[in-house]
Every structure is written in structure tokens, then in C-alpha cells.
């Protein structure tokens, strides 16, 4: 009986050992150190962030912003097209019989004329004037207005969720940075979404009046890549901005700042009265977007490439900047 009795205690006391350990395990698994980037909740976050988008209109807004917008510069710079031709073709009716000409060749005409006092490059020159001129158009508004529109559909996003307290409950579930990036990863999808609508309604009333040609919806979409990677590089610093400052409105009126100051200070470092005072200025001009869209134009792969992985690196820095600041800040 005594050696039974011994049996079942040991038993016992193996099974309690045994309960302590997995509890033990469960709770250190717990309070173990997550990691600093989860895929996983990377994607939730992003997901969450669209849903939100979706919740509140955002995508709306963007839609009409980058569709209605493509749709009607489109509308107007074919109808200005077409009426500065007329007015050509009538004033050559006094020199000579323009109705010989060939529909087009005189939009052709001028366009290769203003690009050849503009473009020194003749591949590229080449490569431009294989596009129709609406293709053109897009390509150049594209880059010129996409900095303003992240600047009124993202800018403050991250200072909002965090004045709102929103962040408190979720960075119980995630870390800062995977909260951060999949912020940001939601409005890059945004962003994405409404460069290819505009590229569709361009191309769409391209077609309707006769001035797109299939050839040019290649370039198109090329326009609308390189818009996607110059607005990027404006979404991470503006994200950037708006983790370093927790108050929406200020984070807004900041993002205006650097928008105004990337511009000038773009401007100022290529002038050529600077130059001659600080030699060696125009080199600062590489740490603003804009020194880089010539480049994107560049039909060299190696050129363009290079291009967008300096505006990519730019809103990586700004992120990364503004995170710092977030890192160490009360949420």
C-alpha cells in the first residue's frame, strides 16, 4: 500500500510540476517583447486605416479629386487644343492652303517645337514626342499637382488618430512603427487608387475626342507610375510631419510649410545668383522632391530608376524622422 500511495504522490506531484511549467511558459510568452515589425498586424492596421477611409468618406474624396480633376483638365486642354489649331489653320489660310494639311500636324508641329527649346536630351525629346499631347499634359499636371493632393487627403491623418486617442487603444495590440507604417501603407494604397482613376478618365476622354491613340496608353500609365513614386516621397514626409506633432491642425499647417519650403528651397539652390555667391549649393538641391522630375522623365531605366529610389529614400527619411520623435512621445 505504501509503495502505491508513493506512486500516485509522485504522479502528482509530476502533473503539478508539469501545470506550473506551461503556465509558467503561457505567462512568459505574454510578456515577452513583441516584435518591432509584425507583417501580420501590418496588414491589419492597413486594412483597418481603408475601412476607416471608406467609413468616413475619404475614398469619396479622392475619387472625385483625382477622377473629376483628370476628367476635366483633360476636357479643357482638348478643347484648347483643337480651338488654338482653328486659329492657326485660319491664320495660315492667308499665306498658303493649311486644309492640305493633315488633321493634327500642326498640334504636332508646335508641340515639337516648344519641347525642342525645352529639352536638350534628344532620347528623351524622341521619346516625348511619340506621345500624343493629352498624354503629355497628364504626365506633366500629374507630378505638378500630386504633392497638393497628398498634402489634402493625408496630411494630420497620423496627428488626428493620435489628439482622438484612438492610438492608445491600439498600440496595446501593435507596436508604434507597425501602427505607423500601416498607416501610411493605407493612404499609399489611396494615393495608387486615385492616380489610376485619373489615368483612366484621361485616357477615357483621350479617346471620346479623338486625341488619345492607343500607342500613348502605355505612356499613360508610365505618367501615372512616376506621379505614384514623386507623391511617395511627399506622403512619407508628410506622415513624418504629422507623427512629430500630435495636433492635427498644426501637423496640417506644417505639412503646407514644407510643401511651400520644399518648393523654394528647390528653386533657390538651382538659381544661379545663389550659385555664384555659395558654390556647391545646387548639390542641396538633391534633398528636395523636385530635383528628381526631370530624372523621371528620363526614358533611361537605369535614370528613372535611380529617381524613384532617391524620392523613395526621402519619404523613408521623413517617416523615419518623425517616428523618432512619435517613439518617445505619450500616444
Known sequence: ?????????????????????????????????????????????????????????????????????????????????????????????AQLNAHELPPGEVQRQAVSQVLAHLIDDRELLADLLAADPLALFY???????????????????HATDVSRGTTRFLLTRCERLTWSLGKTLAHAALLALGLALSALTAAAVGFWQGHLGAA???????????????GLAYLGIFAGVGLAIPSPSRARAGCVLVLLGCGLGH?????????????????????????????????????????????????????????????????
Open 1 to 93: 500500500m505504501s509503495a502505491r500511495a508513493s506512486e500516485r504522490a509522485s504522479e502528482g506531484a509530476t502533473g503539478e510540476t508539469g501545470d506550473t511549467a506551461s503556465a509558467g511558459a503561457r505567462e512568459a510568452a505574454q510578456h515577452a517583447p513583441a516584435p518591432w515589425l509584425d507583417a501580420r498586424k501590418l496588414g491589419i492596421v492597413a486594412r483597418f486605416e481603408l475601412a476607416e477611409a471608406l467609413r468616413s468618406r475619404l475614398v469619396v474624396v479622392v475619387l472625385a479629386l483625382y477622377g473629376a480633376g483628370a476628367a476635366l483638365g483633360a476636357f479643357l486642354f482638348v478643347q484648347a487644343l483643337d480651338a488654338a489649331e482653328r486659329s492657326v489653320r485660319t491664320a495660315l489660310d
Open 216 to 230: 500613348s496608353v502605355p505612356w499613360l500609365v508610365r505618367a501615372a507610375g512616376r506621379a505614384l513614386v514623386y
Open 139 to 157: 504626365g506633366f499636371m500629374a507630378l505638378q499637382l500630386v504633392a497638393p493632393f497628398v498634402l489634402l487627403t493625408s496630411a494630420g491623418s
Open 267 to 331: 528653386t533657390l539652390s538651382q538659381s544661379g545668383w545663389l550659385a555664384a555667391l555659395l558654390p556647391g549649393v545646387q548639390l542641396l538641391g538633391w534633398v528636395f522632391p523636385g530635383q528628381y522630375q526631370e530624372l523621371l522623365w528620363s526614358p533611361s531605366w537605369l535614370l528613372s530608376g535611380l529617381a524613384a529610389l532617391g524620392l523613395l529614400a526621402l519619404g523613408a527619411l521623413g517617416l523615419a524622422g518623425g517616428h523618432l520623435r512619435f517613439r518617445g512621445a505619450d500616444a
